[in-house]
């Protein structure tokens, strides 16, 4: 029994090897032309001089007078114009009289008439006399009937007359074998001006240049962030997806500079795939204006990467419109990467039914990132069960952070047990994010060691946050030095808090100042006052109080009052304190009082006594004894020493 999808396939297949032995055959009539002095030189001559009515008829007179390179030759134009039954009679009989050309193009008539076995029986022949064309058709005859032997015997003939499509063809085959001489076989037929050679070629060398071993690096974002646009993911011709780099990239060098060069010859000539890599290569190195011109002349020939990869161009440009424009041709040409970038550009803009449209035209041309993107815009709108869906459909094809996503949701949920084998499957299949949002579970259960793990994992792999996490557990077991590593690497990620706790144990190894000395220069901000204002620069307000300390310190009393201020209206009751002690000292008391306020109010010991002694000094024994009972609750042990006693003190006085 043949079910019905399999005969579609043999169809299919069928009609494929209908249109591959016409392609062939045009090819061996075309290299025949060229490579055979009897024929190729006298008509590619008169095709340059005369138009092809005349070179017929000035054929047919010589050929009348018995001329054998003219009957050949006309022939050989009746064959390529299609007239079979016309040239078969000219080709015979100037195979008669001994001619390879006419032979080789016997060979080809017989081919496309469908008899073979006679079409190569002439093909050697010709081939035996000397002709690279026959040879090279020979050889793919016998390819084509597995007899792999004989058609490297008869290509290798061809590619070593300096055949080009003998020299591509014979590297086609060593390359199916697995043999290493393809690429010089490839680069034989390259050099002869054959593009698709020339595309292998680079391809060979670009995989070759770029699968030397690269550092980790992040790959993502901890949690799917509610509201996002979608997630269209930017890749062309097989790169790594990400953004343009800022700046020109060092030039190529080496077999990448090669590749590079291969596909500029290929793309020169029409090869739409070659243009494509090479706008990917110039893209990747900062060169957009002529990526731009690459990827332009590739889609216009149909690539849809190629018109994705320019939309992403223009889109980054700022011409969103035009962007939008080759996406939906790329799209519409069943790209679904494009598909996913038209669905991020309409949710961005709030068409919400339109973007669920194409990401679901994304998963149908069998890209995974439609169902994810689905999954995100459904968990915008809070669909939750509609989101797990989604999530779970792409993380069953293997969408990495899909599984992640699904696992953050299970969690919300309450389902840890649930979450964690999808944790654990993306970040086996390289999810950071799944890395550290593992150790963020095993936290959550107070089994450190196993999130510590984890943490350590996602940290090696650039995670911000799971360095800092590493950093932290390093300085609770006493390893500075591990943990002055990790905690650079998370500030220099961007982390505020790793950036405050780097400068605390940068601040700790620090000299105790000496006695300050009249007319000294002003001192150098050190490493760790550099490391404490990137933190409060992010608005920790930790750091922000130490900054102003540490600029006191130095005399800077305008840049303390700044953060000082900064922290604590952002709710730093040290803040608030140390602003009030610095306007004290100016004189400002009363503006003073106003912050110890907020700072006693918020738990500040020490404020609390500060005001007891203000309102004190002010004959206000009441307020003074409130601030006092104040100050005793809240602490530490010698401020509420000597609150109680300015407490009895005061009610000592009140009472006499």
């Known amino acids: 029994m043949v079910f019905m999808g399999d005969r579609a396939t043999l169809l299919e297949t069928g009609r494929f090897v209908q249109r591959h032995a016409r392609n062939a055959a045009d090819e061996i009539i075309e290299a025949a032309g060229a490579a055979d002095p009897v024929l190729g030189t006298t008509a590619v001559a008169d095709a340059d001089t005369e138009n092809e009515t005349e070179t017929e008829a000035r054929h047919r007179r010589a050929a009348e007078r018995g001329d054998l390179a003219s009957i050949s030759a006309l022939g050989a134009m009746l064959l390529r114009r299609g007239d079979l039954d016309g040239a078969e009679p000219y080709l015979r009989a100037a195979t008669a009289e001994g001619d390879r050309a006419a032979a080789n193009n016997l060979g080809v008539l017989l081919h496309q008439r469908g008899y073979a076995d006679e079409a190569a029986g002439w093909w050697r022949v010709a081939a035996v006399a000397g002709s690279a064309p026959a040879a090279h058709a020979l050889g793919r005859h016998h390819r084509e009937r597995g007899d792999e032997p004989a058609a490297e015997y008869w290509l290798r003939q061809a590619a070593e007359q300096?055949?080009?499509?003998?020299?591509?063809?014979l590297a086609d085959l060593l390359e199916?074998?697995?043999?290493?001489?393809?690429?010089?076989?490839?680069?034989?037929?390259?050099?002869?001006?054959?593009?698709?050679?020339?595309?292998?070629?680079?391809?060979?060398?670009?995989?070759?240049?770029?699968?030397?071993?690269?550092?980790?690096?992040?790959?993502?974002?901890?949690?799917?962030?509610?509201?996002?646009?979608?997630?269209?993911?930017?890749?062309?011709?097989?790169?790594?997806?990400?953004a343009v780099p800022d700046g020109p990239a060092a030039e190529p060098v080496g077999e990448l500079a090669e590749a590079e060069q291969w596909f500029r010859q290929a793309a020169a000539r029409g090869h739409r795939r070659a243009a494509l890599h090479l706008g990917a290569l110039l893209e990747q190195r900062g060169?957009?204006?002529?990526?731009?011109?690459?990827?332009?002349?590739?889609?216009?020939?149909?690539?849809?990467?190629?018109?994705?990869?320019?939309?992403?161009?223009?889109?980054?440009?700022?011409?969103?419109?035009?962007?939008?424009?080759?996406?939906?041709?790329?799209?519409?040409?069943?790209?679904?990467?494009?598909?996913?970038?038209?669905?991020?550009?309409?949710?961005?803009?709030?068409?919400?039914?339109?973007?669920?449209?194409?990401?679901?035209?994304?998963?149908?041309?069998?890209?995974?990132?439609?169902a994810y993107n689905l999954g995100l815009l459904c968990a915008a709108q809070d669909r939750i069960p509609q989101a797990e869906q989604w999530y779970r459909r792409a993380a069953y094809a293997g969408h990495r952070e899909a599984?992640?996503?699904?696992?953050?949701?299970?969690?919300?949920?309450?389902?840890?047990?649930?979450?964690?084998?999808?944790?654990?499957?993306?970040?086996?299949?390289?999810?950071?994010?799944?890395?550290?949002?593992?150790?963020?579970?095993?936290?959550?259960?107070?089994?450190?060691?196993?999130?510590?793990?984890?943490?350590?994992?996602?940290?090696?792999?650039?995670?911000?946050?799971?360095?800092?996490?590493?950093?932290?557990?390093?300085?609770?077991?006493?390893?500075?030095?591990?943990?002055?590593?990790?905690?650079?690497?998370?500030?220099?990620?961007?982390?505020?808090?790793?950036?405050?706790?780097?400068?605390?144990?940068?601040?700790?190894?620090?000299?105790?100042?000496?006695?300050?000395?009249?007319?000294?220069?002003?001192?150098?901000?050190?490493?760790?006052?550099?490391?404490?204002?990137?933190a409060a620069r992010q608005g920790h307000r930790r750091a922000q109080v130490r900054v102003g300390m540490l600029a006191a310190a130095r005399g800077?009393?305008?840049?303390?009052?700044?953060?000082?201020?900064?922290?604590?209206?952002?709710?730093?009751?040290?803040?608030?304190?140390?602003?009030?002690l610095l306007l004290a000292r100016e004189g400002s008391e009363r503006e003073a009082s106003l912050w110890w306020t907020r700072a006693a109010r918020a738990g500040h010991g020490r404020a609390a006594l500060r005001l007891a002694l203000l309102a004190a000094r002010r004959g206000e024994l009441t307020e003074g004894r409130r601030w006092c009972a104040r100050?005793?609750?809240?602490?530490?042990?010698?401020?509420?020493?000597?609150?109680?006693?300015?407490?009895?003190?005061?009610?000592?006085?009140?009472?006499a």
């Open 162 to 169: 300096g055949h080009a499509l003998g020299a591509y063809a």
């Open 176 to 242: 199916h074998r697995g043999d290493v001489g393809a690429e010089r076989w490839l680069r034989a037929a390259a050099e002869q001006g054959h593009r698709e050679a020339a595309y292998r070629l680079a391809m060979a060398l670009e995989r070759r240049a770029t699968e030397t071993p690269r550092g980790p690096h992040a790959t993502g974002t901890r949690l799917p962030v509610p509201g996002a646009a979608g997630n269209a993911v930017r890749s062309a011709a097989g790169a790594a997806p990400g």
């Open 287 to 370: 060169e957009l204006k002529e990526a731009g011109r690459w990827y332009l002349s590739s889609a216009k020939e149909g690539e849809a990467r190629a018109a994705c990869a320019l939309g992403f161009l223009l889109r980054d440009a700022g011409d969103e419109e035009s962007a939008a424009v080759w996406w939906l041709r790329a799209a519409q040409d069943g790209d679904g990467n494009a598909a996913n970038a038209l669905g991020a550009l309409h949710a961005a803009r709030g068409e919400q039914q339109t973007a669920e449209r194409w990401y679901r035209a994304a998963m149908d041309a069998g890209d995974v990132n439609g």
């Open 403 to 534: 599984a992640n996503a699904l696992a953050v949701l299970l969690l919300q949920a309450g389902d840890a047990n649930g979450a964690e084998p999808w944790f654990s499957k993306a970040a086996e299949a390289g999810s950071v994010d799944a890395a550290f949002n593992l150790g963020i579970l095993h936290a959550g259960r107070d089994d450190d060691r196993t999130a510590l793990v984890w943490y350590e994992r996602a940290a090696a792999a650039g995670h911000t946050e799971a360095a800092l996490q590493v950093g932290i557990a390093a300085l609770r077991d006493g390893d500075e030095l591990t943990a002055e590593r990790h905690l650079r690497c998370a500030a220099g990620g961007g982390s505020a808090e790793a950036a405050f706790r780097l400068a605390s144990v940068l601040d700790a190894r620090r000299p105790e100042p000496g006695p300050a000395v009249l007319g000294a220069s002003r001192e150098e901000k050190s490493e760790c006052e550099e490391w404490y204002e990137r």
């Open 556 to 580: 800077d009393l305008a840049e303390a009052d700044r953060w000082y201020r900064e922290a604590a209206e952002a709710g730093s009751r040290n803040g608030a304190f140390n602003l009030g």
């Open 631 to 655: 100050a005793v609750e809240l602490g530490p042990a010698e401020v509420a020493e000597r609150a109680a006693r300015l407490s009895e003190a005061l009610h000592q006085e009140l009472t």
